[in-house]
């Protein structure tokens, strides 16, 4: 049976196809996490203070988390703000953090290391990787500061990873989106393309209709942290998303009938 051929499966025109629609959802606390479930996420992305872009959680608030959803919960793993070039003790952080969301019942962990001159550090991230397993593993929007995306695909490839979240190398995912779907036709099978940076309700669908890229990672970060009112905010906010995805999905392209 070809890869296209199921339900949620749809092939376009060029006779590419994608194979899958997913909405994740970064959050911050239990509130975000629980918004973000009962307005029709698919996972959640935990980490912890936003403003510099995300670190790890602490490991009260992911059994936190893990005890409140029931949808997948990926970690993240960066043991600081600022650059992705990391020193031996913070690698050995970043696997002592890996372990501890692998213990803890984590579905994922979303990690990227680059070298100074901005390339992929292939054999770190491929440790990294392997020691996660099984989980799920995303090479994080530390892509978007390599040189040379096209050929730091091949080397996120070659590291293992399952998953790439990038926002094509641009400050948002509009800007970046040629690149974005070019960088899904080069991974084709290899490798899921999730698009993520600027995601909001009035560039979602647009997005995912002209890149042929379902996978979207979102903050909803305007309503992060704020009391119930500002939960139930961000809770239509992801019923919205998930609605105009799900919806841009089916209107791309025709089901195909199953042989």
């Not at 890996?98 to 770190?124: C, K, N, T």
Request: proline letters at 5%; a neutral charge; aromatic letters at 4%.
């Amino acid at each position: 049976m070809d890869r296209c051929e199921s339900m949620n499966r749809r092939r376009f025109a060029d006779g590419s196809c994608i194979t899958n629609v997913l909405l994740e959802v970064c959050a911050t606390s239990v509130s975000t996490a629980r918004a973000a479930e009962r307005g029709g996420a698919d996972r959640i992305e935990l980490c912890a203070n936003l403003a510099v872009g995300g670190i790890t959680p602490d490991p009260a608030l992911l059994a936190s988390v893990l005890r409140a959803v029931s949808i997948p919960v990926h970690v993240l793993i960066r043991p600081r703000a600022g650059d992705f070039v990391y020193t031996a003790a913070e690698f050995d952080c970043m696997c002592r953090q890996i372990e501890a969301a692998r213990s803890a019942g984590a579905a994922g962990v979303a990690m990227g290391i680059l070298l100074p001159d901005g390339q992929i550090d292939v054999p770190r991230t491929r440790a990294l990787a392997q020691l996660a397993r099984p989980l799920h593993v995303t090479f994080h929007r530390a892509f978007d500061e390599t040189p040379h995306p096209f050929d730091g695909l091949e080397d996120v490839i070659r590291s293992g990873a399952d998953t790439l979240l990038t926002s094509g190398g641009a400050p948002d995912i509009v800007r970046g989106s040629a690149a974005i779907a070019r960088l899904r036709e080069q991974a084709g099978p290899r490798l899921q393309i999730m698009a993520g940076g600027g995601l909001n309700l009035g560039n979602l669908a647009g997005f995912a209709r002209t890149t042929g890229v379902f996978c979207l990672h979102g903050s909803f970060r305007r309503d992060s942290g704020l009391p119930r009112r500002g939960a139930d905010r961000a809770e239509q906010r992801v019923r919205e998303a998930a609605q105009l995805l799900r919806t841009a999905f089916f209107e791309a392209a025709e089901p195909q009938p199953v042989v």
